[in-house]
């Protein structure tokens, strides 16, 4: 089964710096993964995704995230934080087999951007 | 493009009753649709996957008696809760799927209050 795992549920940054959300994925097939963000009492917006084709994924909002299967890794990354990315931020890995394309989310990161 | 509403946005009811929520692909046909619960602070649970004109299958551990789904066209989905009580309060959310394409995209959240 897929699982994806989110290191650190809070993560604080100053404006203009780096921003840094961790995702660990488990599957047992090359895995489609995912970034989106939500907004407060909203749905979530996709940020970006993997699937297969280049390791390095950009996004919209000035993000990317590098697939590493070594690491079993698809960390999100932002090289300035702006006020407006504070959110939540999920990863997100769809589930293999089937025809619908289920997705399992981690458990989420906030990210708050500090002026 | 890929848009995808739902309605009501926030709804408060007493215990006992029954809401519906509607979720629709305004711009693409959706082959899937999918409804999340999200509880504060949390992340999404899957509650189950519905094709059009097919019978929804629900996640483990969700009554299906309780959250009836309905997928009557390719463009709309309902979830009807019956009998309400105040641990169904929740944001619910719905995504969709057009056909040959991996990601979902999502509606913007139902607030469910049952007082």
């Known amino acids: 089964a897929q699982s994806v795992t989110q290191l650190g549920s809070h993560v604080s940054v100053s404006e203009g710096a780096l921003v840094l959300l961790r995702c660990n994925y488990s599957?047992?097939?090359?895995?489609?993964l995912f970034w989106y963000v939500q907004y407060p009492n909203q749905g979530l917006q996709l940020l970006l995704k993997?699937?297969?084709?280049?390791?390095l994924v950009k996004g919209i909002n000035g993000f990317e995230a590098e697939f590493k299967k070594s690491e079993t890794s698809f960390h999100l990354t932002k090289p300035s934080a702006h006020m407006s990315d504070a959110a939540e931020y999920f990863c997100?890995?769809?589930?293999?087999?089937?025809?619908?394309?289920?997705?399992?989310f981690g458990k989420g990161t906030l990210l708050t951007v500090n002026p | 493009g890929a848009v995808v509403s739902q309605h009501p946005s926030r709804v408060i009811c007493k215990s006992g009753t029954s809401v519906k929520i509607e979720c629709r692909s305004l711009?693409?046909?959706?082959?899937?649709m999918f409804w999340y619960r999200q509880f504060p602070k949390q992340s999404l649970m899957l509650m189950a996957t519905?094709?059009?004109?097919?019978?929804?299958?629900?996640e483990q551990g969700v009554e299906k008696d309780k959250f009836l789904i309905n997928h009557a066209s390719l463009t709309l989905s309902t979830l009807t809760v019956t009998s309400a009580h105040p641990e169904d309060s929740s944001f619910y959310i719905c995504?969709?799927?057009?056909?040959?394409?991996?990601?979902?995209?999502f509606g913007p959240g139902t607030r469910l209050t049952v007082t």
């Open positions: 711009d693409f046909q959706a082959t899937t």
């Open positions: 997100a890995v769809r589930h293999s087999g089937g025809s619908n394309y289920k997705l399992t």
């Open positions: 993997y699937t297969s084709a280049a390791t």
């Open positions: 995504s969709a799927r057009p056909n040959m394409v991996y990601e979902q995209y």
């Open positions: 519905s094709n059009e004109g097919s019978k929804a299958t629900y």
């Open positions: 599957s047992s097939v090359p895995p489609y």
